[in-house]
């Protein structure tokens, strides 16, 4: 039996209603990997016309949630960078992504400059999928032909976000979607 697209998302709207705390999301996350694999759901939206860059699927009326393909033929990294306070969940379909996610080591005084450590590293493989959660920050690197799905608790581009550059330590606040944020 097949998992849609439509499936995700009924199943998604299913859990969020109740709440979306990390277990809830990590629920969602579940969900991903079968979609993730699904090969009628990679024939239609991860085919050869897929378009170039990032391209929403879906995007829920009640709940705000949304789901995103991306399709990147050279190889791309981004700066430690949060979603503000959406959850997210990058799923691979081809390719891999080198996920980090890092903490910051300075008190937050300074709005203008932080101090990063690398907590941890891992990662995702075809069909795997990894949640970020609340203001986590994290940052990705890819090689050629990479190609992931993308879910979150809310259209970024509404949020204020922060990314962090590793070596300067540099804060800069992000508002609307540029192509260097992921
Ligand atoms: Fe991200």
Redesign the pocket.
């Known amino acids: 039996m097949g998992y849609t697209l439509q499936d995700f998302c009924r199943d998604t709207r299913e859990i969020l209603k109740n709440g979306s705390s990390r277990a809830q999301v990590e629920q969602v996350k579940t969900h991903m990997e079968r979609l993730l694999v699904d090969p009628q759901f990679l024939a239609e939206y991860f085919n050869d016309q897929h378009p170039q860059g990032l391209k929403r699927i879906y995007a829920d009326s009640q709940l705000g949630f949304e789901v995103m393909s991306y399709r990147y033929d050279k190889a791309r990294s981004s700066q430690p960078?949060d979603?503000g306070d959406s959850w997210?969940i990058y799923g691979q379909v081809t390719e891999y992504t080198e996920m980090a996610v890092w903490e910051r080591t300075d008190d937050g005084s300074d709005p203008d400059h932080a101090t990063l450590r690398e907590k941890t590293r891992y990662r995702l493989n075809p069909g795997q999928a990894g949640v970020?959660y609340g203001r986590e920050l994290?940052s990705?690197a890819m090689p050629d032909n990479s190609r992931y799905l993308r879910a979150t608790g809310t259209d970024l581009e509404t949020i204020e976000r922060l990314r962090i550059d590793a070596k300067s330590g540099r804060v800069e606040r992000i508002h609307a979607r540029q192509t260097g944020a992921?």
Do not use: P
């Open positions: 960078h979603h997210a970020y994290h990705i992921a």
